[in-house]
Structures are given as structure tokens and as C-alpha cells.
């Protein structure tokens, strides 16, 4: 196939590249910058665009088997003020939007579209699948929106909604602010760390989007999350176990509230997400369990 991909300087874009080309696979990248070529593995064919604009790079997309679609905004990095959640919103919608009315017109017959497990909002205990409804708060509303941009592509192509939980990799994202404090001597959860958080190493992140892509029996939802989701103080004592470092030092949760205001929603949802679809369909993670992740991970990390 020739695989058109959004966010492809982003962690995940950079890794479904790598495994795309890897497979045989040819890439077209879209970037905003014309220099990103360096930033991708050496075989990927750079276009220049913005995706939610019109540009010369819909007719590439229109020429393409298949469609990853992955760009949008950091939510975590810094304060939602009023023109950071514009970003976070259109970012995804506007630039979802656009793709999905070329796919519908003509071209890729597969559409893997970015979203979030934020799609649930923060539940508690709840078990929670590609069939539990959405749920309440800034981050549910952007991934509905997000979702529902998508949606019109599948008249003609099969679409697959990647809803996404923590991704774990050394080389960037949530990782590396993670075991920050615990380098230090100083981790621990936040507050009780009694909230679940779904996690998914990079790897099977990856090779999910590949999954979506070749199996033609995945469409609709998809949660890409490992099958064990952890709480957050489950989490903190395997980061704590991995790196011999103590994990018995809560950071309040007031103080996370007060420091990045109302992106704490992103931080503090509680999760609990099962990826019931990839194991119905035969999905054989990689690293289903924490711990084993970590080693991996911060054994490469040094």
C-alpha cells in the first residue's frame, strides 16, 4: 500500500512510518514544515501542507491506498487557555474533517483516524470498551467532535477510530516527565493514586495502527490501550520497582490542579479501558503488563 500519514513527526507518526516502511509499505508524509524530512526515516516522501487547509497535498492524499491520520495539538503541555483548546479542537476536527470528505470523494479505501481514550471522560471504576458511550468534560466533547469529523469517509472507505491511552516510549510524550521525579529520588503517585490509567507501549501503539490497516475486519472504534490498565499508584511503584528508585512520595493532587489548571482533567481522569475489539480479534500484545513494558522501555533508556 501507499500509506498517506498525518502527525508523522509526532512520537507515534514517527514509529507507524518506520513500521510501514519496514513492511514494504510506501509512506507519504504530510508536514507543515519543509524540513521534516530529516525528521523521518530515510524512504518516506514529504508533501508540504497543513491538514486542516487546502493545499496541493489533497491531491496526494487522493492518489493514496490508505490514510493514518494522527496530527493534532499537545493537550498536555502547558495551561488550556482559551486559544490552547481552539488548537486542540481544530487541529483534529477541522483538519479530520477535510480528510475524510477526500476519502469519501475518492482515493484511500482505509481510513485509521486518531482519537483519544478521553473520548470517556474520567469514570472511575467503570469498565469501559469500544461500546461504553461517551462521557463528560472538555477532552470527551474534542474526541466526539474528532470521531464524529471522521464519520463521513465511510461511504466509500472503512474507517477505523484509534482511541488512544497513555503512550509509553523513552523517546518523548508522557514517559520521560514520568520517571523525572523518581531519577530524583522523589516519585510517587499523585495524590492517593487511586485513579486507573490506560497505558500502551509504543510498540503495540504501532502495531495497532498496522492491525487497523491489513485486518479488514477492524472498523469503527478501536481502544488502543494495554489489556491491563494500572492505577496510578499501581503505576508509580512499577516506575519506582524498575528504576530502584523509592515511590512512596504523593505529589497533592491540589498542587497538580493549581499548576496546570484545567489540563489536570487530562492528567487525573480516571480510566479504567479495555481494548475488548483488538482481543476479539486476535491482537497478540506485546506488553500487556506494566511492568514488563517499563523494563523495556527504561532498560533501552539508560
Given at each position: ?22 513492511a ?59 486559544p ?33 481514550v ?43 477510530l ?30 492517593n ?30 481502544v ?36 496546570i ?42
Amino acid at each position: 500500500m501507499n500509506v498517506f500519514v498525518t502527525g508523522a513527526t509526532g512520537l507515534i507518526g514517527r514509529g507507524v512510518c518506520v513500521a510501514l516502511l519496514g513492511a514494504g509499505h510506501a509512506v507519504t508524509a504530510l508536514s507543515r514544515s519543509a524540513g521534516a524530512a530529516g525528521r523521518l526515516p530515510a524512504g518516506t516522501r514529504v508533501v508540504t501542507g497543513d491538514p486542516a487547509e487546502p493545499g496541493a497535498w489533497e491531491a496526494e492524499l487522493a492518489g493514496c491506498d490508505a490514510c493514518v491520520s494522527l496530527a493534532g495539538e499537545a493537550i498536555a503541555d502547558g495551561r488550556w487557555t482559551a486559544p490552547k483548546k481552539r488548537r486542540i479542537r481544530d487541529s483534529r476536527v477541522r483538519a479530520t474533517a477535510r480528510i475524510a470528505a477526500i476519502v469519501r470523494a475518492g482515493g484511500p479505501r482505509v481510513l485509521v483516524s486518531g482519537s483519544a481514550v478521553g473520548y470517556y471522560g474520567s469514570r472511575g471504576d467503570e469498565l469501559l470498551d469500544e461500546g461504553s458511550p461517551p462521557g463528560q468534560g472538555f477532552l470527551a466533547e474534542v474526541c466526539r467532535d474528532w470521531e464524529e469529523a471522521a464519520a463521513p469517509a465511510a461511504a466509500r472507505a472503512r474507517v477505523v477510530l484509534l482511541r488512544t491511552g497513555i503512550v509509553l516510549s523513552p523517546a518523548g510524550g508522557a514517559l520521560p516527565k514520568l520517571v523525572r521525579p523518581f531519577r530524583l529520588f522523589a516519585g510517587g503517585p499523585l495524590g492517593n493514586g487511586d485513579f486507573w490509567q490506560p497505558w500502551i507501549h509504543l510498540a503495540d501503539e504501532v502495531g495497532l495502527v498496522r492491525f487497523a490497516l491489513e485486518d479488514e475486519r477492524v472498523a469503527g472504534p478501536l481502544v488502543a490501550s494495554a489489556p491491563e490498565p494500572v492505577r496510578n499508584r499501581e503505576l508509580a511503584r512499577a516506575i519506582g520497582t524498575v528504576l530502584g528508585r523509592p515511590s512512596f512520595l504523593p505529589a497533592p493532587e491540589l498542587a497538580v490542579r493549581l499548576a496546570i489548571g484545567e489540563a489536570a482533567e487530562a492528567v487525573l481522569a480516571s480510566q479504567r479501558v479495555l481494548p475488548r475489539k483488538a482481543l476479539e480479534l486476535g491482537y497478540r500484545f506485546r506488553f500487556p503488563a506494566i511492568e514488563a513494558a517499563l523494563r523495556d522501555l527504561l532498560g533501552r533508556a539508560g
